[in-house]
């Protein structure tokens, strides 16, 4: 009787809710946070450093996966964890007016990592358990498209409310204008979470358990500790993992620093832009165009074939950078053309990103444990894009603007020689 409602319910009601979700916590943490800090005046190694950190938890999520299918039910975890933080990002909220705010803030950003990272496991498990590949297919651009809305809202929504909020309490308190703006901020991710798990817990279906669930901790590691070995064996591996740390070497040592050099005054190297247009331009429009530049790079792929472009696509994905070197060296001062080079950032990156994806899920994940192995290797993707921005801000105060993005390039360069030498184990062709 209890499984009726399971399987009648309409998928529309939970999967944009859910995935929306998942995105609060990551791009605050990755995105919202650097500007947040930055407004709170924070030291910039500090902050790349640190938000990089919280990162950890998204990549390191495939060793306790297998924990979360022995107790409870995948409704549970993603019920917990969001309330979870939504108290933790409310809890931000008041700690910001103490002394020693950063110290708290961190540790409860990374309270929120860990949760983030399991609410993404959990949520996964009830996709694919819950629904038919036909169904699962049906509903792959929902996924996508409300994480991305999630992005839209806390990277560009948020970030330009701050601005606002900045500007009408300077008014009044200018010495605590930024403290109070955030703090209002801070207070809407918790409340929007804490909403989100309690909608959740009359909409979303517990998630099936699949029949080769190991019954035991000891069994589950085990089962684990093969998937593990298994992915480190395949043919190709070592080739496979420099290419797919190398692909997003450039971007997770600049795309720290990008919040800041777009924020940082102008004699000082950066554009001196404000909140406002940060979240309007770079966190609104740019994430819009890099929905349409997943999109077309998607069709781009399926037209001529994965092993066909992929060199293209890693030229066109690091356009970006090239664009981020001729603003620092000429720092324009035409906000249309600094909105259209941001917009044009974000196209690029998302129509090269998706290269990287179909890649790790034609060539990489392969064979029986297929969605093991993709989050093994979406772990090591996203290690590869934390550590060097932990060292990016300290390294930017070394240098200057200028050489770091000319650095940035230069890191880029390993990616191309691997795009032109990476094997193709399986074939890309459509069947």
């Not at 996924?143 to 701050?162: D, H, I, P, T, Y």
């Not at 309690?198 to 358990?209: I, M, R």
């Not at 000891?218 to 593990?228: D, T």
């Not at 070592?238 to 777009?262: D, H, N, Q, S, W």
């Amino acid at each position: 009787m209890s499984d009726k409602p399971e399987k009648h319910r309409n998928p529309i009601l939970w999967i944009p809710s859910v995935y929306f979700a998942m995105g609060i916590p990551f791009v605050s943490l990755a995105l919202a946070s650097v500007i947040m800090l930055s407004d709170l005046g924070v030291d910039e190694a500090k902050i790349t450093f640190w938000t990089s950190l919280l990162l950890l938890p998204y990549s390191l999520k495939p060793i306790w996966s297998p924990i979360l299918e022995l107790y409870r039910t995948k409704k549970e975890f993603v019920v917990v964890t969001q309330l979870l933080s939504g108290i933790c990002f409310s809890l931000i909220a008041f700690c910001l007016p103490l002394p020693y705010y950063f110290s708290f803030a961190i540790a409860l950003m990374a309270i929120i990592g860990f949760s983030g990272a399991t609410h993404d496991i959990a949520t996964d498990g009830i996709y694919l358990t819950t629904l038919s590949k036909r169904v699962q297919a049906k509903y792959i651009g929902w996924q996508g498209a409300f994480f991305n809305l999630a992005k839209v809202m806390a990277n560009g929504g948020l970030v330009w409310l701050s601005g606002k909020l900045i500007r009408y309490f300077q008014a009044t308190n200018p010495e605590k204008a930024t403290i109070y703006a955030w703090m209002i901020i801070m207070a809407i991710l918790g409340v929007m979470l804490i909403f989100l798990s309690v909608y959740h817990f009359f909409t979303l279906p517990k998630g099936a358990s699949t029949s080769d669930v190991p019954k035991s901790f000891a069994q589950s590691m085990k089962s684990f500790i093969e998937v593990f070995k298994e992915f480190f064996t395949k043919k190709h591996i070592i080739i496979y993992i420099c290419f797919i740390v190398c692909y997003r070497l450039t971007e997770g040592f600049a795309l720290k620093m990008v919040p800041l050099f777009l924020k940082i005054p102008r004699d000082m190297g950066g554009l001196g832009l404000g909140n406002e247009y940060i979240g309007l331009v770079y966190g609104t429009f740019g994430t819009l165009a890099f929905i349409l530049g997943s999109i077309l790079g998607g069709y781009y792929i399926a037209h001529f074939g994965l092993k066909k472009v992929l060199f293209s696509l890693v030229c066109i994905f690091n356009i970006p950078f090239v664009i981020y070197l001729l603003f620092a060296y000429f720092q324009p001062e035409n906000l249309l053309l600094v909105g259209t080079g941001l917009v044009g950032e974000y196209f690029c990156y998302g129509f090269g990103f998706v290269g990287l994806t179909l890649f790790m899920m034609q060539q990489v994940a392969t064979g029986t444990h297929a969605m093991a192995h993709y989050a093994f290797a979406s772990g090591i993707m996203n290690l590869g894009f934390m550590l060097p921005g932990m060292v990016s801000g300290w390294l930017y105060q070394q240098v200057g603007f200028q050489w770091f993005f000319t650095i940035a390039l230069l890191l880029s360069v390993p990616v191309f020689v691997l795009a032109k030498k990476v094997p193709f184990g399986v074939s890309d062709k459509a069947d």
